[in-house]
């Protein structure tokens, strides 16, 4: 009788078998942003670098219009600071369903990762520094994914999906340890979507 034959199974650094993504959400978020890049539904907004005064926070919004039609997927974030070592540091923190801001600095319908593709998303980043943290219109929103950022040039990429359907909103703020900046400093966020059809 023959020797029964082995087998051997590949795996990746992450122990993982070859073939099989050992992180489901990154393999989703890859194959859903070529997809969206290809058909021209994937944008970046960026609220390029912002000089925000001590005392002040930077807060940005995102919204998805009302009557888009389109279901937007935030799947990426990038956060940017020039502090240097650990005297000032900065925090971040997310508000769900956040009111307008008023006399926004800065207003971007994104731009599109494919020059043929549509000049302008569905949604709307609007940013501006301000003495008091974005809110929700009743003044009460509890932050959420607070944390603190890292210094010395490194961003912080926050890799995880927000998904907003037509008239919702999100946002995001930075600002010191439990306030305002400690310290002057030059802040911006970088946000990456894709739009697809409302299910």
């Known amino acids: 009788m023959p020797a029964p034959m082995e087998t051997a199974l590949l795996v990746d650094v992450a122990g993982q078998p070859f073939g099989i993504p050992s992180n489901p959400l990154a393999a989703a978020t890859a194959d859903g942003r070529e997809a969206a890049i290809r058909a021209g539904r994937a944008f970046v907004f960026s609220t390029g670098l912002f000089q925000v005064a001590a005392g002040n926070y930077l807060n940005a919004r995102v919204e998805n219009l009302a009557g888009s039609g389109r279901r937007v997927v935030i799947y990426k974030r990038r956060f940017d600071n020039n502090v240097i070592g650990g005297s000032a540091p900065l925090s971040y923190g997310g508000i769900s369903a956040p009111a307008p801001i008023v006399a926004p600095a800065i207003t971007s319908s994104g731009s599109n990762l494919i020059t043929s593709?549509?000049?302008?998303?569905?949604?709307v980043l609007t940013a501006a520094m301000g003495a008091a943290r974005?809110?929700?219109?009743?003044?009460?929103?509890?932050?959420?994914?607070q944390g603190f950022l890292p210094t010395n040039?490194?961003?912080l990429k926050l890799v995880e999906w927000r998904i907003l359907l037509?008239?919702?909103a999100f946002a995001n703020y930075i600002g010191g340890a439990g306030g305002g900046l400690a310290a002057a400093a030059t802040c911006g966020f970088t946000f990456y979507a894709w739009e697809e059809p409302l299910p």
Do not use: F
Not at 134 to 145: D, L, M, R, S
């Open 153 to 155: 040039g490194e961003p």
């Open 117 to 123: 593709g549509s000049a302008s998303s569905a949604l």
């Open 134 to 145: 974005i809110n929700n219109a009743a003044g009460n929103a509890t932050p959420t994914a």
């Open 166 to 168: 037509p008239g919702q």
